[in-house]
């Protein structure tokens, strides 16, 4: 077991955004996280990373009870996320941004600088080095958040909504991506909107709604499950939809 | 390479500066420039590379200088003795306010650092041992040249000089470590950098110690060449001020930032202090508040940043937005 999360609850005042929620993820797994705007995924998701307290549950990492620990430590022991809007360091080049995660794995300038051309070579952003970080657009603040959270040599990376706000063709290129780290034996949680990317990437997928997990299993399954399209659609629709595939009504692969 | 080029230029008008303007008024003006650009420099490690907006400096500054002036008066010692004390109780006293300040955000550390400021004014004003409001002197009549006490400003500006290459080296070494990559993603993204595995928390604080430990350097140097301290001139809040816009002017976050704003604003004060007498005093810092208002609107990257052509994104959180 590489990461396993038990019986998580998140508590602002009295309303729970995440109830009682746990997984367990394998090496080698892409989990996904669905669910509506709202759902507590990304609370949930903020929870393995650290950088919400749970406000009652366990997170293990390889064993070892990680639930108190800061994000930088979690960083440490191999656990790297992006985030869902880039947090670009808008002061430094693109290649200064990705030595900040190889500066996890050595203290020396030049190793880290290596390191980073290295990683940038393997997103393809080789030609932006030195480019400044503030005048990437989007695609390019996404696939640094990647380049970045890979350069600190991660066991589990964590990724959030890292195709929100692609077009069709650049969600292809980032599938292509996170396929790609998949295959460097890489594990992968990935929140997401994007029905598309789920279904393609994601070995298993686990669906919230209010805070509460209503389903899981593969894509397939989950998407063909009568509380998840409900929870997306509301009941009318649901009933409306009843002749339909899901995937279509999700956004489907058409996109 | 140009810059190198740059460099030794700089440095060749800073050597020759004393021996080419050698009255008294031009060297004593030279080496107050230098002793504001280290404690600028010293500030520009926390205010500028990390983004901690500090206006409580002259707290370490202070440090230095009762400890340098206190080695004479306390225990007969010549100054130099204050100065690795000063050192060692700026860096302690950093550390204590570090811990629970450095968390606050933004506007919210610069102003407990301020109210740590006024505080140990306060207490400084009124503890017997330390002179009160009085304050320390200094030898009046030198022992020897280890008494620091000399009556032309040149000696005071090639150890200024000295003093500023070595704080300048350190901040240069600091930038270019992984402590200073750290500072700078810290700046822009706490969040992001902390999920990257840079310890937040520790690396400010550690360079909130550095800068202590160089500006309390800078009040020791300061308390030798006037050869007092009281809790105005070595603990005043206006000295923290003051610090604060030569970096924002010069350029925080850059290297030689501090430096030209000291070049700028040390003239500007004590030539409107010798034209305008003691009135003058008042006037200096309406020209500060209208420099503030300047460079926060125009360049919050300060005059370097015109040069350098990197436009400082992290003003809006930095120095630039004080008021």
Redesign the interface.
């Known amino acids: 077991m590489l990461l396993e999360a038990r019986g998580i609850t998140k508590a602002f005042g009295s309303f729970k955004a995440v109830d009682d929620a746990s997984v367990t993820l394998e090496r080698g797994d892409i989990l996904g996280l669905i669910g509506p705007n709202g759902a507590g995924k990304s609370t949930f998701f903020n929870c393995l ?1 650290g ?1 919400l307290k749970t406000t009652s549950g366990r997170v293990l990492f390889e064993g070892g009870n990680i639930t108190d620990f ?3 430590q979690r ?2 022991l191999g656990l ?2 992006t ?1 869902q809007v880039p ?6 080049t693109v290649l ?1 941004n990705v ?3 190889a ?2 794995r050595t ?3 030049k190793e ?1 600088e290596t390191r980073a051309r290295a990683v940038l070579e393997r997103v393809g952003m080789t030609r932006l080095a030195d480019a400044p970080a ?1 005048s990437l657009g989007t695609p390019g603040r996404k696939r640094l958040e990647i380049a ?2 890979l ?2 040599e991660p066991k589990v990376l964590l990724l959030d909504e890292a195709m929100a706000g692609l077009n069709a063709n650049e969600v292809k290129l980032a599938i292509d991506l996170v396929r790609d780290i998949h295959r460097s034996g890489i594990t992968l949680v990935i929140v997401e909107h994007i029905m598309e990317v789920i279904m393609s990437l994601a070995s298993r997928v686990m669906v919230f709604h209010q805070g509460k997990e209503i389903a899981r299993g593969s894509p397939r399954e989950v998407t063909s499950n009568p509380a998840v399209i409900e929870a997306y659609l509301g009941k009318r629709a649901a009933k409306a939809a009843a002749g339909h595939t899901p995937v279509e009504l999700m956004g489907g692969p058409d996109l | 390479m140009r810059r190198l080029v740059w460099l030794s230029v700089v440095a060749a008008i800073a050597i020759a500066y004393p021996l080419l303007l050698s009255s008294p008024f031009q060297q004593r003006l030279g080496a107050l420039v230098l002793l504001y650009a280290i404690a600028a420099s010293a500030w520009n490690i926390v205010g500028g590379y990390a983004g901690q907006v500090s206006v409580g400096h002259v707290v370490f500054f202070g440090c230095g200088a009762y400890a340098a002036m206190g080695s004479y008066a306390k225990f007969g010692l010549s100054p130099l003795f204050g100065i690795p004390g000063g050192i060692v109780l700026a860096v302690a006293l950093a550390a204590i306010i570090g811990v629970p300040t450095l968390r606050l955000s933004g506007h919210y550390f610069s102003m407990a650092t301020i109210a740590v400021a006024e505080t140990m004014r306060l207490i400084v004003t009124n503890t017997e041992w330390l002179g009160a409001a009085v304050g320390l002197s200094g030898p009046t009549v030198p022992r020897n040249v280890f008494d620091l006490s000399f009556l032309s400003s040149l000696p005071y500006y090639y150890l200024f000089l000295a003093v500023l290459a070595i704080t300048l080296l350190v901040t240069w070494w600091m930038t ?3 402590m200073g ?2 500072l ?2 810290i ?3 706490e ?10 928390s520790r690396t400010k604080l550690y360079a909130y110690m550095l800068s202590a430990a160089l500006t309390s350097v800078a009040g020791a140097l300061y308390a030798m060449m006037f050869g007092f301290v009281d809790p105005e001139s070595g603990l005043g809040i206006l000295i923290s001020v003051k610090i604060l816009i030569m970096a924002a002017l010069g350029g925080a ?1 850059l290297l030689f930032g501090p430096l030209v704003g000291a070049a700028i604003l040390v003239p500007l004060e004590e030539i409107s202090n010798s034209w305008l007498g003691g009135k003058g005093a008042g006037l200096t810092f309406v020209v500060y508040g209208a420099i503030i208002v300047v460079i926060a609107r125009f360049q919050p990257g300060g005059l370097l940043s015109l040069f350098t052509g ?1 436009r ?3 003003a809006d959180k930095g120095a630039g937005h004080a008021p």
């Open positions: 990373t950088d800061a994000p930088e960083a440490g790297a996320r985030f947090q670009t360091f808008e002061g430094m200064e030595m900040i995660g500066f996890l203290a020396h300038r880290a503030r970045r959270a350069a600190t | 270019n470590s992984r990559f750290y700078r993603a700046k822009d993204s969040r992001a950098a902390r999920s990257l595995g840079a310890p937040a976050g990197r400082k994104p992290g």
